[in-house]
């Protein structure tokens, strides 16, 4: 339970908001664990459900190469969680060629009907200018904007801590490694308490 002071034209209103009305999922996809780390971590910090995308055949680099270069979308396995309770959608996947990775595209195109508010956060390879595009894409697969979207960039933490990785594609993150992005996490789970707040009020 919380309690928000808001101020108000004679005074004060002291609201109690019980946060479990407000019901977030963690929707994740990951090839190779670095964003299941991500979306573990952020599940701890927001208290949040948890679901994980599962393609229906296995996926490998090459698999994904021959996706990208077809533009194809891949199955995914059934979605389980009741679609009606949850107010917002945090989605964690990896960047591929530039774009959300398919597996979650596929996961967006299914219920973007019940998507009404969500952002986007990816532990990603770290290129160049693709934020907008990644905004542009979701924006246009979903038919709305995202209140969010959050590059943790692998390069950055290579650059910082370990100049032999001249690449972050590959690079497989251990949970001690996500704290070089606390502050970025830190941000990104206040403005989604923010805004959940905001809501609920
Ligand atoms: C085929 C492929 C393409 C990739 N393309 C990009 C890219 O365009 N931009 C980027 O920042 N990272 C890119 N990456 C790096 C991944 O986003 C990064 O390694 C990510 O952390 C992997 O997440 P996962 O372990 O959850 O699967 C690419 C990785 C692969 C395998």
Known sequence: MTIVIIPARRGIVLCIVNQSFMRILIVYYSLTSNNELLAKELQEKLGADLFRIETRRKYTT???????????????????HARNLYDKYIFVAPVWAGRVASPLRAFLLQEKS???????????????RQKDKLFKTLTKVVGHSPTQVVELSINDFISETDGHHSLGKGYEFQRQDLKFFKQKIDDFVAQQKAVTLAKAV
């Open 62 to 80: 090459f698999s994904i190469m021959w996706d990208i270069l077809l533009n194809r979308t891949p199955e995914i396995k059934d979605f389980y």
């Open 114 to 128: 019940r998507i009404h508010d969500y952002s986007f956060i990816t532990l990603c390879g770290g290129l160049p």
